[in-house]
């Protein structure tokens, strides 16, 4: 009987800790609070946020958890001081990310479209193109022909042919799906 006790002690910490779900649910608001402050670019406020979301994600959860990993997305635009550093670090987070979740999940996806726009505003259009085309791809088969995200991401690989590129005509195909899908899904007299 001690034999199996011991056993079943191992058994219980190869599993991890069990979640506080009051714990959980402090960090879900930290972490929403935070990723707020940062989509409203006010990254004084939100950087304690997503550093106490996150780590407490890592504690309660693990490091490659995705509550944790999509905080560590939203913390890196409050910390870092220059594009190329946002850059390096988002290649470095998608790289985790598909390891930990998987190319096909919706959080990995989310960050891979912020890495194609961050590289395109840090003038890497062939990579951003390229980025994009993958974020295209995986969206649609996870999501859907008309998503939103989806739509966003035609919207997206528009830009970098448009304003990047300047291949004006294949810009203007992608800026023509993306309008097309939200005909589609909100109708043609939605705002």
């Not at 409050?78 to 470095?92: F, G, I, N, P």
Request: glycine share 8%.
């Amino acid at each position: 009987m001690p034999e199996e006790k011991k056993v079943q002690g191992k058994k219980k910490k190869q599993q991890g800790k069990k979640t506080n779900p009051r714990k959980r649910e402090i960090l879900d608001a930290c972490a929403d609070l935070g990723m707020a402050c940062n989509y409203v670019s006010d990254f004084d406020d939100a950087r304690p946020y997503l550093k106490r979301g996150r780590e407490g994600y890592e504690e309660q959860l693990r490091r490659e958890n995705e509550k944790a990993l999509e905080a560590s997305r939203s913390f890196i635009n409050t910390t870092c001081s220059s594009l190329e550093e946002v850059v390096e670090k988002m290649r470095d987070l998608m790289k985790r990310m598909e390891r930990a979740l998987g190319e096909e999940n919706v959080v990995t996806l989310e960050t891979l479209n912020e890495l194609g726009c961050e590289l395109r505003e840090n003038g890497e259009y062939e990579e951003a193109k390229e980025v994009h085309e993958r974020c295209l791809a995986g969206r649609i088969k996870v999501l859907g022909e008309d998503h939103g995200q989806m739509l966003m991401t035609l919207n997206n690989l528009g830009i970098v042919y448009n304003d990047g590129l300047k291949n004006y005509i294949k810009g203007l195909e992608y800026y023509k799906r993306a309008l097309g899908g939200k005909e589609r899904t909100f109708g043609k007299n939605h705002p």
